[in-house]
């Protein structure tokens, strides 16, 4: 299987995550009849998703710093694919504990997660679509927005 094929599946894989964030604030939202009785951090999920969405039109249509190793031409600074799969995996990693108390299957899941995000990055200089530097680019993004989403989780537990 190629490289950029089975960084595309982890991709899928990542928003098949985010699907179940979203059944899950759903079925909150109708069992609690009230959107504001939605869990927070389900909630906030919105905020890293939105800025990796804004981040990537700017970097898209806007400001295009690199382009593709392979010649093509298109954007590739930072990698999305890597952007958006750190940014859903670093997400998932700080909501785990609040709805899986076995430390030990947040663990498990934690390093699931963080080997699909390694052949993410590998995969996508390995198949010649990213630079090095675009691959670095998107995990600083990804931190950046998990960073921020984490911060105000925090606010909403300590107060």
Known sequence: ?????????????????????AILGFCQWIKRKSLGKVDKPLLWVILPLSLTAATYVIFDKFLVLNTRPNGSGEPSFPS???????????????????YIKSKTACAILDLMMVAFLVFVCVGRVLANMHWISDVIGGLVFATIFATIYYLIIRRYKNG
């Open 1 to 21: 299987m190629q490289w950029d094929k089975i960084s595309d599946i982890i991709l899928f894989a990542s928003f098949a995550v985010l699907a179940v964030f």
């Open 80 to 98: 999305t694919h890597v952007m958006i799969v750190a940014t859903i995996f670093f997400i998932t990693a700080i909501i785990l504990p609040k």
